[in-house]
């Protein structure tokens, strides 16, 4: 099981498991729901092999999942140190995405659903028909016989809830919805979960949400929409990034929106791109072309230079995308889909 070319399965990584005691666990730089769900899960199930541990991460978790029981349990670094004898690496394509130094000094698993997945692993198992990284898991506990406690569910449901944006995009199937029966019988409560992954912002949110649409462009006759979010508008509405989740989502609720793109930025930070779609539109290869990544209907990227040909530069990547998906826009977008404009 040294091969770096191979996928291998849920079983090959259940038994490197088990030939292994001390672990390192981390996911990618900017963790998101996901990341923190299957990371943390994952550290409480190798816990209750009896398993050395240590979660590790190059940023620190987002405000929402801070209060969740076993995130205090990761460490923040940019290198891994000290003693172990096996990494799980999970949500990354490569293992730089980890944004980690250290981690080519061991034995490597890694996990992963995302398309473009370099096998950098000594174990590889891939699977992008998974909604979530947080499915792989699930199965990997399965294949442990893990017993499913009430703060492994709740985790795993995070995960799976956050990265598929409330079951709206990514490729969910029967075995999305058969994991999530599996994990609310074991004690995750949906109903309190969606309560807290989306309605516990801050309202400086809707302080940014009601400038950030005022202020939408409309490209490729309203089916593409170009969103921003700059350090002023942060300030002004006392917002950070962690407040921003899921903006980019909102111009696809309408009918004629094929695909968002947001560009965030923050003080000392890259300009942050992300991108949404629907259907057919495929972002990802966008992100691809500016050095990022992601799925098919959700991927990101960012910008070292803020300047105003590489944004445009992105934009009619954006358009491209919707073309080659759907063909050329034809004729007036429709009136009632037009952007409301206040009058003088």
């Known amino acids: 099981m040294t091969s770096k070319v191979t996928n291998h399965t849920v079983h090959d990584v259940c038994d490197a498991i088990r030939a292994h005691h001390h672990f390192v666990v981390v996911s990618h730089a900017r963790p998101d729901g996901d990341a923190v769900g299957s990371q943390v899960a994952m550290g409480l199930a190798l816990k209750a092999l009896d398993k050395h541990v240590r979660l590790i991460s190059a940023d620190p978790v987002p405000d929402i999942y801070r209060e969740l029981s076993g995130v205090d349990d990761i460490e923040v670094t940019s290198a891994v140190t000290g003693s172990w004898d096996a990494a799980i690496v999970m949500e990354c394509t490569e293992l730089s995405r980890a944004g980690l130094t250290g981690l080519n000094n061991g034995f490597v698993m890694n996990i992963d659903h995302h398309p473009g997945n370099t096998f950098f692993g000594d174990v590889n198992y891939f699977d992008e028909s998974a909604a979530a990284c947080g499915e792989l898991v699930f199965s990997v506990l399965q294949g442990l016989q893990v017993p499913l406690t009430v703060d492994i569910a709740t985790h795993l449901y995070i995960a799976i809830l956050t990265d598929t944006g409330s079951f709206h995009h990514g490729p969910i199937s029967t075995r999305t919805f058969e994991i999530c029966g599996r994990?609310?019988?074991?004690?995750?409560?949906?109903?309190?979960?969606?309560?807290?992954?989306?309605?516990?912002?801050?309202?400086?949110?809707?302080?940014?949400?009601?400038?950030?649409?005022?202020?939408?462009?409309?490209?490729?006759?309203?089916?593409?929409?170009?969103?921003?979010?700059?350090?002023?508008?942060?300030?002004?509405?006392?917002?950070?990034?962690?407040?921003?989740?899921?903006?980019?989502?909102?111009?696809?609720?309408?009918?004629?929106?094929?695909?968002?793109?947001?560009f965030k930025s923050a003080p000392g930070q890259p300009l942050r791109v992300s991108l949404r779609s629907k259907g057919d539109v495929n972002v990802r290869v966008v992100a691809a072309v500016f050095g990022g990544g992601g799925h098919v209907n959700a991927s990101g990227f960012t910008l070292e230079s803020t300047a105003e040909d590489k944004r445009q530069a992105a934009i009619q990547q954006v358009v491209a995308a919707v073309n080659t998906a759907l063909g050329p826009a034809v004729g007036e977008a429709p009136s009632d889909e037009k952007p409301l404009v206040r009058p003088e």
């Open 183 to 262: 994990l609310t019988r074991a004690g995750a409560d949906p109903r309190a979960l969606a309560n807290k992954m989306f309605d516990q912002y801050k309202v400086g949110r809707l302080q940014v949400i009601a400038t950030m649409l005022s202020e939408m462009q409309m490209e490729d006759r309203d089916r593409v929409a170009v969103l921003t979010i700059d350090e002023s508008l942060l300030t002004q509405s006392n917002a950070t990034l962690d407040d921003l989740d899921g903006l980019v989502n909102l111009p696809l609720t309408t009918r004629t929106v094929q695909a968002a793109i947001l």
